[in-house]
């Protein structure tokens, strides 16, 4: 086997570990998606979106955080009434979410947009008292134009195979020259 001793093994996984990061599609800090931050009053309101793109026709999940700004622990919250408007101001959508039975300091609401640019406007209350208010920009793309498998993905998978088989091949090489 190639991968006898534990020097190339840990060698071979440092060289998967580096391909992935490199050229995986774009990782935030709460999982695979977009995240957005802004900081209101004693707050941080975090936006996301658990797709690489939003797009026009398919169910996106949006996660809608607050937090406390200086420690960043979780805030508790009813409710948050999420509006989005399009470019002209008119509502096209608007929803009032309950907060998560499962995480504190969150909501999460499962959607699916028109094709556009949306601001959203996100309001965080906690019985009759306002806590946060902010607005973030959202972009969603059509939906033709991103369907069938993603080319990002295609392109990690194809480097990473070929970085595999010369990582292989190193290792064989080394082998036999010992």
Known sequence: MLLKTPMRRLF????????????SPRVSAHGLGQSFSKEVNNFKVEFEYESLEAIAGESTPYIFRLLEKDSGKSVLFDSVFVRFEDSQGRTHLSVRVGEDQIQ??????????????????????KGEEDLAETQFDLKVLAG???KGFPINLLAA????????FLAFKFLAKKKDDE
């Open 12 to 23: 071979f996984l440092f060289l998967i570990a580096v391909i992935f990061s490199l050229f």
């Open 157 to 164: 998978f194809i480097l990473g195979g070929i970085a595999s």
């Open 144 to 146: 033709e134009n991103t």
């Open 104 to 125: 504190e300091g969150m909501a999460r609401a499962v959607l699916s947009l028109n094709e556009g640019s949306y601001r959203v406007n996100l309001s965080f209350q």
